[in-house]
């Protein structure tokens, strides 16, 4: 008896030995927690900001042509007044050849139609709705929210002198609003509110572009150098104020641009339709001339980490 319970004992402290053993032996391998995986980084979205000028504006479509000719597209457009007019037929998809093609048709008095009596409505001589309706003609009545390149126009609140932004609604009303100069065009009533020319707080809509979500924008100044225009009359006159008074808060927008392209018009006025191909011109030559430091700062800009769009 004593010897069973002795091999019983000494069976049960072999048994403990060998899971001893074992348990001072190699472990196998913990499964890994799963890291978690960084998405790649999204391309950026390149803004183009397109500045007011009047006729000046032409020159917008030769930049236009020289991007997309060196493989350069825009993933948002902003406009403001004559660059609320050229980013509206941009944004609905035509291409550069297209808006060529358009400018040099344009017949002036298509887009004038005189206010009667004269003064009606704060003093504008020209109502606006043939710019309205050309530019809703041109884009198939297709609204802003409706485009094929994301679209912003910018315009001023009359009553409380602050931008908005038209990203809804009808584009020809929204360019229209934009492109009223006071003392030139009516103002615009939407929805209770009158608007007048963007050019009074945003001359080149750089931060509407990034407020649209643009990682890296290329500005369009086409605006003059007061001291260098002669603008007779009425008109002249007004399109000079309107050029003094956003000098200020132009080169403070311009410098919050990645890339600024100037055309070169010294001589030309805002009322200057007659010059539109020369003004196409010198959009070509000074985007071309921008092209190298665009190139270059464009791929540093890509080997930039690049936040994800908010609720993404």
């Known amino acids: ?27 196998p391998d913990t499964p890994a927690e799963p890291s978690a995986v960084t998405p790649p980084p999204r391309p950026i979205r390149i803004g183009l900001a397109l500045g007011g000028g009047a006729a000046r504006g032409f020159a917008h479509i030769g930049v236009i ?31 550069g050849f297209e808006l060529n093609k358009h400018a040099l048709k344009m017949d002036e008095a298509t887009i004038a139609d005189w206010a009667l009596p004269f003064g009606t409505r704060f003093g504008g001589w020209l109502k606006g709705e043939a710019l309205q309706n050309y530019v809703n003609r041109l884009v198939d009545n297709r609204p802003i929210e409706a485009m094929k390149i994301p679209l912003g126009i910018v315009a001023t609140d009359l009553k409380t002198g ?27 009533s939407i929805q209770g509110h009158d ?44 399109l000079q104020t309107t050029a003094i008074m956003g000098q200020s808060i132009n080169r403070l927008a311009l410098a919050r641009a990645d890339v600024v392209i100037r055309p070169d018009l010294p001589d030309m006025s805002g009322s200057d339709f007659g010059a539109r191909n020369r003004a196409i011109l010198a959009g070509e030559k000074a ?26």
């Not at 007044?81 to 291409?95: E, K, N, P, T």
């Not at 071309?288 to 993404?312: S, T, Y």
Request: charged share 15%; hydrophobic share 45%.
């Open 287 to 312: 985007a071309v001339a921008a092209l190298p430091a665009l190139r270059e700062k464009l791929a540093q800009a890509r080997l930039q980490p690049v936040a994800p769009i908010a609720g993404k």
């Open 195 to 238: 608007y007048v020319d963007g050019g009074l707080v945003e001359p080149v809509p750089v931060d509407s572009a990034r407020s649209m979500g643009a990682d890296f924008v290329i500005a369009v100044n086409i605006s003059a150098d007061p001291a260098s225009q002669n603008n007779a009359g009425q008109s002249g006159v007004l």
């Open 1 to 27: 008896m004593q010897r069973r319970t002795f091999l019983s004992a000494a069976a049960g402290a072999t048994a403990a030995s060998l899971l001893a053993a074992c348990s001072l032996g190699p472990k």
């Open 162 to 188: 602050r931008a908005i932004l038209f990203r809804r609604g009808n584009t020809g009303q929204a360019v229209r609003a934009s492109s009223s100069v006071p003392g030139v065009f009516q103002p615009v």
């Open 65 to 95: 042509k020289t991007l997309e000719a060196h493989g350069i597209r825009p993933d948002l457009v902003t406009g403001t007044s004559a660059g609320a007019v050229v980013a509206a037929l941009y944004a609905s998809g035509m291409d």
